[in-house]
C-alpha cells in the first residue's frame, strides 16, 4: 500500500518567516494529496488539498507544490505568525483508496 | 468546530479492562473512520464504516471491534487493555467513500 514519509518532524521558524514541509509518497498512482493541521488539543482539520493534475495550489498563505517525477509534495507557509504552530500531516491517496498518512511535523513559529 | 462529536474526552482505566468510545458523524455524513493516534506513529488507520457496513481495515487489533448503527454513530470497543493501547483515538466522518475528512476532538484513553 501507499507509504507516506514526512520531514523534518520538527521544525522551528521566526515569526514572518517561511516554513516549508516536505512528504514523499510510494505509489506513483495516487492522485490526491491534502494537508490537516492539528491544534493542541483539537483534531485534524484540512487546511489544504491537491490533486495530481496540478503542480501548485495557494490559500492566502498556504500553498502546496506536488513533483509527480519525484513523488514529493510540499507544504509552504509564508509570513508565519504564532497560530501557525500547530502538527501539520500530510496524506495521499490513490482513487478510491483511504487516506495515508505521514506521522506529523511540528512546526513551532517563535515570537 | 467540525461537527464530529466523541465521548468521552478523557477515560483512565486499569490493564485488562474493556472501554467503548462513542462517535457522531457530522449530520448527513455516511463514513465514519477510527484512527489510533500515538506519539511516535503518527495517525494509525483502524477500522472504517460506510452507512452501517464495515467498509476497510486497517491496524486494528484482534481485541478491538467497531460498529455503525443504523442512526450512524458508531462505537469503538477495545478490550484486554494493555499499556501500549494508551493513545488519543480519533473519529472522523465524510459525506462519502473517500471524501474530506473531518474529525473530532478525539478520546484520550490512559491504561495504568
Known amino acids: 500500500g501507499e507509504n507516506v514519509e514526512q520531514h523534518p518532524s520538527t521544525l522551528s521558524v521566526q515569526e514572518g518567516d517561511s516554513a516549508v514541509i516536505k512528504c514523499t509518497y510510494s505509489?506513483?498512482?495516487?492522485?490526491?494529496f491534502p494537508w490537516y493541521k492539528q491544534e493542541l488539543g483539537k483534531g485534524p482539520q484540512l487546511i489544504i488539498d491537491?490533486?495530481?493534475?496540478?503542480g501548485e495550489k495557494k490559500d492566502q498563505r498556504i500553498a502546496v507544490t506536488l513533483n509527480k517525477t519525484a513523488k514529493h509534495f510540499s507544504l509552504h507557509i509564508t509570513e508565519t505568525q504564532p497560530e501557525d504552530s500547530a502538527v501539520y500531516f500530510c496524506?495521499?491517496?490513490?482513487?478510491?483508496?483511504?487516506?495515508?498518512f505521514g506521522k506529523g511535523n511540528q512546526v513551532v513559529v517563535i515570537p | 468546530d467540525s461537527g464530529v462529536t466523541q465521548t468521552p474526552k478523557h477515560l483512565i482505566t486499569a490493564t485488562g479492562q474493556r472501554v467503548t468510545l462513542r462517535c457522531s458523524p457530522r449530520?448527513?455524513?455516511?463514513?465514519v473512520y477510527w484512527y489510533q493516534q500515538s506519539l511516535d506513529q503518527g495517525l494509525q488507520f483502524l477500522i472504517q464504516y460506510y452507512n452501517g457496513e464495515e467498509r476497510a481495515k486497517g491496524n486494528i487489533l484482534e481485541r478491538f471491534s467497531a460498529q455503525q448503527f443504523p442512526d450512524l454513530h458508531s462505537e469503538l470497543n477495545l478490550s484486554s487493555l494493555e499499556l501500549g493501547d494508551s493513545a488519543l483515538y480519533f473519529c472522523a466522518s465524510s459525506v462519502e467513500a473517500p471524501g474530506e475528512l473531518f474529525f473530532g476532538e478525539g478520546s484520550r484513553l490512559t491504561v495504568l
Open positions: 505509489d506513483s498512482a495516487s492522485n490526491y
Open positions: 496524506a495521499a491517496r490513490r482513487g478510491n483508496n483511504r487516506l495515508a
Open positions: 491537491i490533486r495530481s493534475n496540478v
Open positions: 449530520s448527513g455524513d455516511l463514513s
